[in-house]
Every structure is written in C-alpha cells, then in structure tokens.
C-alpha cells in the first residue's frame, strides 16, 4: 500500500512536468489544477494530533462529509484510513523538509543526496520538489514578481503537504526569499498536523556568487536578469529555523548526516507516536520503538508458591533472565511451538507492532495447526536465530495437568517468575539440532544438553517475580537493559558499538574495538561508546570462569587497553556454540539493548569437532571461520544496526601491536591463537625480552610484549595453574543461603561449593555425628516411629548428605568432577534425609541376591511442611520401596511427621494419595535421567508396607552394630 500511495504520488508530479509542459498555458493550468484537487481529496487525512490505533478521532471515522465552502458547494471527504493505520503501515511519518536559502547555497546538491541517502540506504518513502523543475510544469505560468514568487511558494506548500499526508519524507528546495510565504507553508502543515522543518542553508552572497553554478550571478551583473534575489530583491533569512546548515563550513556528507539526525530525532522515520529520549543515539529494540519488557509480577514469591513448580537448571535460568529482562524481544516468554517452528525454519519469528493484521498476539496464542486465517504473514519478521525453549520431564507435564498458572524455581528453589497460558508439546531434539547447528556430534557440548533435556516442551509468557540475582559476588556487573538504555544516555553518546567476548581479552581484542571506535569517528560520531559484553551463561567446562575474565577485563580498562569510559555488563545468554545461527542471536540482544553498531571477528561462536566416531566428519572446526561474520552481514533483521567485521590480526614483533598483517614482511608477524595463549598461561611464561626469539613459534618461551597487560596476564596465569580449585565461577550459576535448623552446628566454607561443610555439636560443644551418635529410636520400636535426620529441605534442589569419610560425618554438598550437584528431575515434593544408626552393609544381600550399597538408610518424608537441614525429627514409617542401582538395593522408606496434619490418617501405604505414591514411584525411577543416565530400576512398583519397612530398619541398623563394633564404619 504504501509503494502504491508514493507511486501515485511521484506519478502524478512527473505526467504535471512532462504531459502538460507543451500544452497551452490556459489547459495546462486547468489540468494541473484539477489533478491537484483530485489529488487533495484523495489523500486529504483528518486534522489533529498523531493518534495510536484505537484512539482514533471521531472525525477520523465519520462518514458524514464536512462542509468546507457552501459558497462553492464543496465538502471535505475524509478517508477511512487514519494518518496513524498509514504511517503504522508504511513504518514511517511523513514529514516536510523547506530548504531555502539563495541561488547557489547548495539547496538542491543537498536535497539530492539527502534523497537517495534516505530512500537506498534507509528504505524511506522520499520525494524531492524542486523550485526549479517545478515551474517547468506546476508553476509554469509564474514568473518572478513578488506576488508569483507568493503563489509559487504557495502551491509547493500545498503539494508538499498532500505528499506528506501520503506519507513521504518531502524534500523542498525553494529559494522562497519572504518569511510570511514560508510561515504560511508552515501553517498549511500545522492545521494537517504534519511535521514541518525549516532548513536554512546560510551560505554568504559572496560564496554563493562566487559558486555560481548555473552563471546566473553573472547574467545579473551583465544587467541581463532583474529582480535577483539576494542582489536586487531581498531576501528575509529564517529566524527560528528547525536547522541551519552553514553549507561553506559542512561537507555534503556532515549536512546530510545532520538533516537526517534531524528527522530521527522527531520520530519521522518510525511510526512510533512518541519518540523516547533515547533516540536515535541508541536503536530500537526488535518489536520497536515502544516495546518493553513484561512489568514485574503482581504475585508475591509466597503467592506464586502454590502453583504447580516447574525445575529450571542453570540454562533454564538464564534463559529466563534474557526473556524477562528484554534481552529476546519481543519473545514474551518460552516459545510456543509455532514461534519455534518460524525459528527453527527462518530464523526469525513474526511480529506486528501496530497490530495492522489485528494478530498483534499471534505469538502468545496456543499453536493451532488448523486456523490459516490469520492475516500475520502481512506483519513484520524480526531476527530470532535460536530456540529459547523450556524442556519438562513426563512427571512435570502430568504435574502441570490444566493448570493456567506455573511458578518457575531456581535450582536453589527459590521462585524466579511465573508462567501463563501453558501450551505443552513434544521436544523434537533431533529436528532442533539439525536445523540449530546444521550437524551432528554427540560430543558437542550443548548437542549433549539438548540429548538429555525432558521429552516436552512447555510454552507460555512469563513475569519475573523479582530481579534475578546470583549471589556470586558478580551481581554488580549485570545491569537490565533499562539500566544500560540509561548508563548509554547519561554518557552522552551518539553512538554504542558493542563487542562480545567468553574469553580474556588480548591485543587482538583490543585492536578490533579500538580500530572501530576509530571507524566510527571517521563516520562523523562524536562520542562513540564501547560496551564490552562478556558472557555470563553457561559455558563448556573448559572455556575461562566467568569471574577470571571479568577481573582480567577490568585492569585491561583500567590499564588504559581500552577506552576508560568503556562500559562493562555481563550478558546473561548460555554459550550454544551454534556459529553463523548464533552469532545472530548475540547481534540481535545488543540491538534490544541498543547498540547501533556490532563487532564481529573470525569465527563467532564457533567450535571444533569433538573426535567421536559417530559422526561424518572427525575433528577440525565444525564452521568454517570466515562464515559468521559473513551470515551476520547479510542476515535479515538487522533494521538500523550495522556491522564491523574484522578478519583475523596478527602480532606484528616490529612495534609490539596487532593489526592487519603486512604481506610485504610476513615474517614479522606473528599468529598467536587461545590454544598457545593457554598453553603459556599454562607454564606461567614471562614477558619476552625486547627482541622475541627469532624461533618463538617453534619453542615458544615467552608472551610477547603488548599482548596482554602485565595484571592480567599474571590472573591468567593464576588461574590456569590452579585450573581444580573450586574457587573459580565457571558461570552464572544462583547462589543461595542453606536452610539449616536452629540448634548446635558449626558451619565452615560457602553453601553452593564443595567447602561446606555442616558440623554437629552437642550441648557442651563437642563436635558429634549425626549418623552415629543420634538415636535411631526415641521410644519403643514397636510404635514404627523413628528419628529421622533431614539432609535436604523440601523444595531445594541442592544434594546435601552425610559425608561417611570425614571425621564426624558432617553434612556436605554432594559433588561430581569438583562442581557441587543438584536435582534436575524437578522440584522434591518431600524432605529427604537419613536414619541414624542404620547401614545397608556392602557385604549382605537381600532376598534377591542384592548387596547393600554402603550407606545409612534414606528416607523420604511426604508431609506438607518443609524441614531444615539438620533437623531431627520424629516420623511414622509408613513403606519402602527397594530401588536396585548398579547392582546395589537402596533402600527408601517413605514416611510422615508426626506432627503433620495427615500423620494420624496415615497408617499404610493404601492410605496414602494414589497420585503422591505414583509421584513418588516416577521420581525414583527418573530423577537421575536429568543427568543423562539410565531408568532406575524398583523391584516392584507397589510400595511396601511398614511391616517390611520396619524389618529393614531392624536389619540395618544391626548391620550398624556389627559395623561400629568391627572397625569398618
């Protein structure tokens, strides 16, 4: 529509100045004026403010025709079609530019370049009206008196006008020499509510006549031309001008720049009513100008508690961090499985701002394969390159049953945000992974995080509760994208250019963000501004901890590598390692968050193949290095961002810099990749001497010079010859404080790594074991109440148990390689912990041949109340299920605080919920396939009754006697 509207337009100009040009004056001037009245009532829009969609005038709507001259018997005939519902779809206002100035001042060279600047490089709607050309058609009859320079000036005005209703950028160059003949032009477009910009191009009369470009000055000093404004006919300069452009002192570059500064400034080129602040220093987010994220949720942490618990994993968590910060826009949430579809297929998803295809929530909608109805297609495709999914196991899916309303929790089991309108659907990995990486290794490491996700999916919109902290001393580095919207604006920036980086940063890194601040400045920008985005999720276990790098980034800013206002924030996205797909999804959240710009260097994103064997292709890079930055340039969705790409650098050991390398001199250059970079890190290697060994890339014995400051250079040092240490942050992964009981402990290290450590004291504080020096029966045993010692509360995910190793057995995190453990399956639904004084004895079998597997007796606790760890507390055994693990029985007794309400109700197993004890049997089967492993085996789905339960206990806690009595526990 909106093509058509400017061809028409653009046509009817060009048939006034070719068809009618040899006519006879009189027809010419009735033709013109009849097309031009035609034209008017056609386009003619209603008066008033810019309006949203469905705030539309009354007037705008009415299709009663409002008297204009009842004299002439002629009536306005307002259109349908709103100036808003025409500006939302052709994504633009349309807006006058009047330059004016004199003969020679460079009016038209700048309107033409300003033309071609706005319709090639920006795609807007921009037709130029040029004095001259039109008194070849529209103004042919005029000649040069003041009351003809009047009507000249006149019916520009009104054609701009009508060009402007229609939604074009007008681009006037009159030399319209008298104020009350531009003030009236100005009138014309504020009764229409039309943006209209004076443009006075002030160039002296002695440049302008020495310029002279078409040799009319000097017809006028040959006396051949009378009346020529600025010698012998006045001309009034502007006296509030929207914009002067001093054309002697700019370059033709600098005045289109600034013209088009100008227009960006009052929103002309978006169709957004309101133009924030911000803009256009910083670019607007994928969903446009208006959009923001989700407000905070009206729930309270309590409140949202009672729904039905979704278990998110570090990934999970991070993805809800990008989603309800803003970081995805306009995802609202999970995707659906229509919004993943268009991802998966095109990288992009749809979206309609202004809700023209009235499908403005098409993406929040439950998928529904049979309605092709909707008229979306129309809308606006925005970059999407990577699912943002939320995997769910069969139990949480028989969980979640028609529940409306999901609380989201962290793996402390803290709750994050809730989630809405729940549409559930199968997880098709091998279809996401195909199109996602566009291969296969079963080694890849986030191919093996997908393989082992649950067997659904789980869509829907989502609300933080709160904002998301992580409690790993890091939290002061990541800023909201509200917040960095605000940190850009109050630097004073004309332009943020944004570079991503999991690693520390080297010469290398600081050349490609030097060298394109110094672009930037070649451009025109005055303050352009580095923002250096480390990512903070999730990473492959080898790649440097999050909290090495961001030290390291720190002193290389400090140091002065990079420019001292460079502003530092975590992005809080998971590492996927998806090459040319991903490096799209970082592009697209530094636009949200309004970078104009994008550094990209080699090989964004990528990663090698691991050595598999299953797989076509064994070993070297899975992307090819140059083909990133390429599928970034050219990638769709980039709307008003622009990308710096960079090749790979070199060392170059005659000046100690990186750069582009010289061929002329190759072998002064050095290539010096992460691989080698570690590897001195590795062996702690010292500064080179002044003149770097002339063999250094075969013995490699020093860091070269400038590569690295000194501090950190000796942080990567420090940390890749301390590379077990458990101290390191890998990435952002929620700390939180233990649930411990009140009572006698000493606790040392910090709750979430593997130094804590939870001591039991008695009265007189004495350290004490709470496997053996509790009692495992407070009264007679035949009441089947025993004392049971809560590991882990209901509701917390971290793996507490009692440590047999360690003098006095204190509670400690359970860990694997070095990295504390969680669950993964989902959330407890019960206390978990141990009974003292029992041991399943290695060395004695069941029935069934099983031996024990060496540990005091776990139990399972289904009341309603969570218990602190460390809690001794007195419980009914109510069953037991016998689970057989790697040839091992591990037994489970199920049982229920006496003090819980439905304790005096619960005597066997029948007389437990149907649904908890089917809970109860899907949990212990599949809680360790979260972890990639295999179904658990029951040797019977029933759960035994307390008589069996009661005789383990018996039998266990003998075998404890023995134990203690010969020295083997």
């Known amino acids: 529509m909106g093509y058509t509207n400017r061809g028409k337009a653009n046509a009817v100009i060009r048939r006034m100045q070719i068809t009618y040009l040899n006519r006879p004056k009189s027809v010419a001037i009735g033709m013109l004026a009849l097309v031009t009245f035609l034209f008017y009532t056609a386009t003619t829009q209603p008066q008033g403010k810019f309006q949203a969609k469905g705030s539309t005038p009354v007037a705008a709507k009415s299709q009663t025709a409002i008297k204009i001259d009842g004299e002439k018997n002629i009536y306005e005939d307002p259109n349908s079609l709103t100036k808003t519902e025409r500006y939302q779809s052709l994504g633009m206002k349309g807006a006058t530019l009047w330059f004016t100035g004199l003969s020679g001042s460079g009016k038209s060279t700048i309107g033409k370049k300003l033309e071609e600047v706005l319709v090639r490089d920006y795609r807007k709607h921009t037709y130029r009206l040029d004095g001259d050309n039109l008194r070849f058609g529209l103004n042919s009859d005029l000649k040069f008196s003041p009351e003809d320079r009047k009507e000249n000036v006149r019916r520009v005005g009104e054609v701009a006008a009508l060009f402007a209703e229609a939604g074009n950028v007008v681009v006037a160059s009159l030399i319209s020499p008298y104020r009350v003949d531009r003030d009236e032009v100005r009138r014309i477009h504020r009764e229409k509510g039309l943006p209209f910009f004076e443009v006075f191009v002030d160039v002296p009369v002695s440049i302008t006549e020495a310029r002279d470009p078409k040799g009319l000055y000097k017809k006028v000093r040959a006396g051949e031309i009378k009346g020529f404004t600025g010698i012998d006919a006045p001309y009034e300069a502007p006296l509030h001008p929207e914009l002067t452009l001093k054309s002697a002192e700019m370059d033709l570059e600098e005045e289109v720049r600034t013209v088009i500064i100008e227009l960006q400034k009052h929103g002309v080129l978006t169709a957004t009513d309101d133009t924030p602040s911000w803009y256009p220093a910083l670019i607007p987010p994928d969903g446009g100008m208006d959009w923001a994220p989700p407000a905070y949720s009206t729930y309270s942490s309590a409140a949202a508690a009672k729904f039905p618990q979704v278990l998110l994993n570090d990934i999970d968590l991070q993805w809800v961090q990008c989603i309800g910060e803003g970081w995805a826009a306009p995802l609202k949430g999970f995707m659906r499985e229509g919004v993943l579809l268009q991802t998966l297929h095109y990288n992009s998803m749809l979206t309609d701002q202004f809700d023209l295809t009235g499908n403005a929530n098409f993406n929040e909608m439950t998928t529904n394969f049979d309605d092709y109805s909707t008229k979306l297609q129309m809308g606006d495709r925005v970059d999407m390159s990577v699912p943002i999914v939320l995997p769910i196991t069969a139990a949480t899916k028989a969980l979640i049953g028609s529940q409306k309303t999901l609380t989201l929790v962290a793996p402390t089991g803290k709750p994050v945000a809730v989630l809405s309108n729940p549409e559930i659907y199968e997880n098709r990995k091998e279809e996401m992974i195909a199109r996602l990486f566009g291969g296969h290794d079963p080694d890849h490491p986030y191919i093996k995080v997908m393989m082992n996700s649950g067997p659904y999916l789980i869509g829907g919109e989502i609300e933080l509760l709160e904002r998301i902290k992580y409690n790993d001393g890091l939290d002061d580095f990541r800023l909201t994208p509200k917040e960095l919207r605000q940190k850009f604006i109050d630097s004073g920036t004309d332009a943020v250019y944004a570079f991503q980086t999991r690693n520390p940063t080297h010469a290398g890194h600081a050349f490609l963000m030097q060298d394109a601040g110094r672009q930037l400045k070649a451009m025109g920008y005055k303050k352009p501004l580095l923002w250096l985005t480390p990512l903070g999720g999730w990473t492959k276990s080898d790649d440097m901890p999050l909290d090495v790098r961001i030290r390291q980034h720190e002193v290389i800013i400090e140091e002065g590598m990079l420019p001292r206002d460079t502003v530092m924030a975590i992005w809080p996205s998971p590492m996927i390692y998806a090459g040319p797909t991903e490096v799209q999804w970082h592009c697209k959240s530094r636009r949200n968050v309004g970078a104009r710009f994008f550094i990209t260097g080699r090989d964004p994103a990528g990663i090698k193949r691991s050595k598999n064997k299953n797989q076509l292709t064994v070993g070297g890079d899975f992307y090819d290095g140059n083909h990133g930055r390429y599928v970034l340039q050219t990638s769709p969705g980039l709307g008003e961002m622009k990308i710096l790409s ?108 593997p130094s804590w450590t939870l001591y039991f004291q008695d009265d007189q504080g004495e350290n004490i074991s709470p496997w053996h020096d509790i ?24 793996k507490l148990e009692v440590n047999k190793e360690i003098k006095y057995n204190p509670i400690k995190q359970d860990t694997k390689k070095g990295q504390p453990r969680y669950y993964k399956y989902g959330v407890p639904f019960f206390n978990y912990g141990m009974l003292p004084k029992t041991w399943e004895n290695p060395k004695k079998s069941d029935d069934e041949g099983h031996m024990g597997d060496g540990d005091p007796l776990d139990v399972m606790e289904i009341g309603s109340t969570q218990i602190s760890t460390g809690t001794v507390v007195q419980v009914k055994v109510l069953g037991v299920y016998s689970l057989i693990d790697q040839g091992e029985v591990d037994y489970k007794i199920i049982v229920i605080n006496t003090k819980d309400p439905l304790a005096a109700q619960l005597r066997t197993p029948e007389d437990i919920d149907a649904a908890v004890r089917s809970r109860l049997v899907d949990w212990l089967k599949m809680y360790k396939t979260a972890e990639g492993k295999e179904v658990n085996i029951l040797t019977t789905d029933v759960m035994e009754g307390p008589v069996k339960a009661m005789n383990v206990i018996k039998e266990t806690h003998g075998y404890w006697k023995e134990g203690r009595e010969t020295g083997l526990i």
């Open 646 to 753: 960079f090749s790979k650098v070199y060392y170059d050991r005659t000046d100690n810099k990186m750069k582009q390398p010289d061929k002329s001199r190759k072998s002064d250059f050095l290539s010096i990749s992460g691989s080698t970079m570690r590897a001195l890190a590795k062996k702690g290697a010292p500064p080179c001497p002044d003149h770097i060994p002339d063999n250094w890339e075969e013995t490699k014995p020093c860091i070269p010079n400038g590569f690295m400051v000194k501090r950190g250079w000796d942080m990567m040092c420090e940390y890749y010859q301390d590379m077990a240490n458990t101290k390191w942050i890998g990435y952002s992964r929620m700390m939180s404080q233990p649930l411990v009981a009140p009572g006698n402990f000493v606790t040392k290290g910090t709750f979430g790594k």
């Open 775 to 798: 009692e495992l029966y407070p009264d007679d045993p035949a009441t089947k109440i025993v004392n049971m010692m809560v590991e882990i509360p209901m509701g917390r995910m971290e």
